[in-house]
């Protein structure tokens, strides 16, 4: 075996160069390369990726500092049933994860390691998930042999130096650990050891798989440290909805993966709200903490986009369009014979002929897709226009409403308020979705998704409701609950909601009574808004849509709550009495 250079580079923490050191010993690379975050490194490790043929470099003329990467066509997506929740017992990761014994995975996924970055280069990488300086941010360094991980970590995370400082001599960091193998789907585990911090990834090489700052450790290992710790991490977008008289209203919602939290966080206001303008503070991730004012304050953990390219355009969403012009890395979308990028649903015609995701020639009489449906850009939020400056604030926002989305063809209503914390804890528990191309699996079957958190709860679903219920009493000031559906359809299968800059129709009204400025109508479901403070202007064509959207059929809503149960019987032993109250006074108001 090669000697390997174990000194370490940027650091002298210990706790870190000890942890790395065992780990190189198992994995045995080549060589290891500390990122410290620079310029030039960027730069250095983008010329390898392109002459490895990791990264293909687009057009420079429309796309300056934009490259592209094609994944292997087994992996592609989150996959959940490789995804491990390994608690000591099966009772904390619960009846909705999947669970081993911590010892017997460390076992088998050690065994997996062993050599395994033999003739590679394993890659440290120290990042922080929050803003510099935040109470509520966390340090991580994840090791990989993957370049695309790093240079995907760089725009995803405040990666570099900046995290050996935040840390100085603490041993409190996550451990995260990522080898690609061979990319086998057999041989795919995405682990995490919630009590040790630590998450280790093998045989994949996509997304929220190993980009391990994200789903991994800012929301199942936060989702478990936040109970811990008296915070809560979600699955939610922050946006600043700033009134013509300039008042700020910070608004967080929770829709599942490909639901539209990237268009929502983004949105621009149709012309008729002239002085309204969105901020956003984050499009995926929330990390939210009572602050000493009794208001819920929050941050959004990471510093770029893995946003869904297909459907991504200059009328749904031209902040998104302009963050992702320069500085990008496409992954799995199709290529023009000039080395630009297109995706279903991209501006302008079709073009003649393309490359699709898997490198085959495309053209429109193909029967599949050019780009898969879960292709995606990784992009620097300091490229979206709409960035709230509150960003990079340690302190973060406080957040006055809570909306909980999912994708419904039929019986939820375009909006509704809850009548209190505990009722929209049950309407976030309850919630809906068909699935989407973001996760392997089928796709538009409607499954409950509580929080859009399923894929993501570190530990057991009924012990998170009770924390979302406890958090009441630590928040003065709680934010009022909402519940939105854009994806209810009519008999046609049409939607019934234009949606996109429509949708601040709806976010208008949220603030109003955020604010106390209109009152509203009540319903068995929650609070809807009265015809006359919902602002329809140059939208009256759209009226009687708008009511078939609102309409609550009460036999579609009986039969809901009785699927909704499937979801309460698995959970029943840790389900908190509190829900399955909600769940008799919703049936008693139908
Ligand atoms: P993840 O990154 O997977 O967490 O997804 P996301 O929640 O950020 O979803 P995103 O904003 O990327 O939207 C996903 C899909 O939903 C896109 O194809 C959009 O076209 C579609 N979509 C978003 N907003 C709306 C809307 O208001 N109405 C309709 N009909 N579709 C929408
Ligand atoms: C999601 O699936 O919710 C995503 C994409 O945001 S991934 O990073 O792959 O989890
Ligand atoms: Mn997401």
Redesign the pocket.
């Known amino acids: 075996m090669k000697t390997l250079e174990l000194a370490a580079q940027n650091t002298q923490n210990s706790n870190v160069t000890q942890w790395v050191e065992e780990m190189a010993i198992l994995c045995k690379p080549d060589h290891i390369f500390w990122c410290n975050g620079s310029d030039m490194e960027k730069e250095e490790l983008t010329c390898e990726a392109v002459d490895k043929g990791v990264l293909i470099q687009l057009n420079q003329q429309k796309l300056p500092g934009c490259y592209y990467h094609r994944s292997n066509p087994n992996d592609v ?2 996959v959940e049933q490789c995804t491990f929740i390994c608690t000591q017992t099966r009772e904390e990761a619960g009846p909705t994860n999947n669970w081993a014994a911590p010892e017997e995975m460390y076992r088998k996924l050690y065994g997996l390691c062993e050599g395994s970055m033999q003739g590679r280069t394993m890659y440290v990488i120290p990042y922080l998930m929050g803003p510099i300086g935040s109470p509520m941010t966390k340090v991580g360094i994840e090791l990989t042999d993957s370049i695309y991980v790093v240079l995907n970590m760089r725009i995803m995370t405040r990666m570099g130096n900046v995290a050996y400082e935040q840390l100085g001599d603490s041993k409190d960091f996550n451990r995260g650990l990522h080898t690609m193998l061979d990319v086998n789907p057999d041989r795919r585990y995405i682990a995490h050891f919630p009590q040790d911090n630590t998450i280790i990834s093998v045989g994949s090489a ?4 190993v ?1 391990l700052g ?2 991994c450790l800012a929301l199942r290992i936060g989702s478990f440290l936040g109970r811990k710790e008296q915070w809560m991490a979600e ?1 939610m977008l922050i946006m600043g909805v700033e009134s013509p008289v300039g008042e700020k209203t910070y608004v967080a919602a929770a829709f ?3 639901c539209g ?1 990237t268009n929502f966080s983004m949105l621009i206001p149709p012309k008729q709200f002239q002085g309204w303008k969105i901020w956003t503070v984050g499009d ?1 991730i929330a990390w939210m903490k009572p602050g000493p004012d009794g208001r819920l304050y929050a941050i959004n953990p990471e510093a770029g986009y ?3 390219a297909p459907g991504t355009n200059m009328t749904s969403n031209p902040n998104a369009m302009k963050t992702i012009q320069r500085d990008t890395i496409y992954t799995n979308v199709a290529l023009t014979p000039d080395l630009d990028v297109w995706w279903e649903g991209k501006d302008g015609p079709v073009p003649p002929k393309l490359t699709d995701w898997k490198g085959n020639p495309w053209t429109p009489d193909s029967k599949e897709k050019a780009a898969h449906p ?1 292709s ?1 850009f990784t992009a620097p939020m300091h490229n979206n226009p709409a960035l709230a400056k509150e960003v990079d604030d340690p302190q973060g926002v406080p957040i006055s409403a809570i909306i909980f989305g999912g994708r419904r063809a039929s019986t939820i209503p375009l909006i509704y308020q809850t009548f209190n914390w505990i009722h929209g804890v049950y309407v976030g528990a309850t919630m809906g979705s068909e699935m ?1 191309a ?2 392997a699996g089928t796709i538009g079957q409607v499954r409950r998704d509580p929080m ?1 958190m399923l ?2 709860c570190g530990y057991n679903m009924g012990d998170y409701f009770t924390h979302w219920l406890k958090m009441r009493k630590h928040i003065k000031y709680p934010p009022k609950i909402f519940s939105v559906n854009w994806f209810r359809k009519d008999d046609r299968g049409h939607f019934l909601w234009p949606g996109f800059t429509e949708n601040m129709r709806v976010l208008k009204w949220i603030v109003d009574r955020c604010h106390g400025r209109c009152a509203a109508q009540e319903t068995p479901l929650g609070w809807v808004p009265k015809a006359e403070d919902f602002d329809m202007e140059g939208l009256e064509d759209h009226l009687s849509k708008l009511n078939e959207a609102q309409e609550i059929d009460l036999e579609e809503w009986k039969r809901e709550v009785i699927s909704q149960d499937e979801l309460f019987i698995k959970l029943y032993p840790d389900l908190p009495r509190e829900l399955i109250f909600q769940r008799e006074l919703l049936i008693a108001r139908l």
């Open positions: 997506a989150r996509y997304g929220g798989n980009l994200k789903k699955h599942p993966s490909a939290k995926d893995f946003g869904v879960n995606r989407t973001a996760a859009a894929p993501f």
